[in-house]
């Protein structure tokens, strides 16, 4: 069986220098013959919305099809691909991980209706939101990333009500119970730097039992939740904060600003300072 590949961007194993991303279907899907091969993000949340001509998704093994006015919710982790009509037209709108983490809050309970993938015909007020996204994220008027920010927790607020039409309140389903609890106490002592070990004693399994499962829901093992985690926490505050890279590496637990500096680089492929710059012109 060929390996799942894990990619960052739309087709891409670059990393995401914004913490939104906007681009037509047809601008990427050309360069790749109109097919994407099963894949996943494991740090992105993508929303694609199709306008005109139509293809087939295939998520976590099952397929649908799409057609016009159909919007796809591909959350993080979830292996899918897709295979356009040629000249098929729409967006894809790509969220970094740490876009959620800021926009989403636990006691609201959005972020386990948005694991959920599906195909969903797309609501008029979901699709302006999308053409403004757009709009926004090609020009460079001053106040675009605090724009593109405010309009993609709309966006997240809007997939989030769709996929829950007529159910009753708290009727979402929430991920595997040993996961849940896992990245739970990942939110509570990331900055600990405990190792897997330690967790799984805190969940009473084993740390071969705990990774299986995260591997099986996430496609990456429980070590890679824990740096995730930091990293995403380390890229947020590169991308929101004015603070040195030393301040951010002591903030996150690290006693050594260098290694940290050598474990970002390794996760993102770009030293903390040069995401910054990057994020800041891209």
Do not use: K
């Amino acid at each position: 069986m060929p390996q799942i590949l894990n990619f960052n961007l739309f087709g891409e194993a670059g990393d995401l220098p914004d913490v939104v991303h906007c681009e037509t279907i047809q601008t990427r899907s050309r360069l790749h013959n109109w097919e994407f091969a099963p894949h996943r993000h494991a740090r992105l949340h993508q929303v694609l919305y199709l306008a005109q001509g139509g293809g087939r998704v295939t998520l976590d093994g099952a397929p649908q099809q799409i057609a016009p006015q159909d919007v796809v919710n591909v959350p993080l982790g979830l292996v899918h691909g897709f295979s356009f009509q040629p000249g098929t037209e729409g967006l894809v709108v790509t969220l970094a991980a740490e876009m959620l983490d800021q926009a989403l809050l636990p006691v609201e309970g959005l972020r386990p209706v948005l694991m959920r993938p599906a195909v969903l015909r797309c609501a008029q007020d979901t699709r302006g939101t999308l053409e403004q996204i757009l709009a926004a994220f090609s020009g460079r008027a001053f106040g675009r990333a605090q724009i593109l920010r405010s309009l993609a927790g709309l966006l997240l607020g809007q997939i989030a009500r769709d996929l829950t039409e007529g159910e009753s309140p708290g009727a979402a389903p929430a991920r595997p119970d040993l996961l849940a609890r896992f990245e739970a106490l990942i939110e509570a002592r990331y900055t600990d730097h405990r190792p897997v070990a330690d967790y799984a004693a805190d969940l009473g399994v084993s740390p071969t039992h705990l990774s299986r499962v995260c591997r099986a829901a996430t496609g990456r093992p429980a070590s890679a939740l824990i740096e995730d985690r930091l990293i995403r926490e380390a890229r947020r505050n590169l991308v929101y904060t004015n603070l040195t890279v030393a301040t951010i590496a002591y903030a996150l637990g690290f006693s050594d600003p260098a290694y940290f500096t050598r474990v970002f680089t390794r996760a993102t492929g770009l030293a903390p300072r040069a995401f910054r710059d990057q994020a800041q012109t891209g």
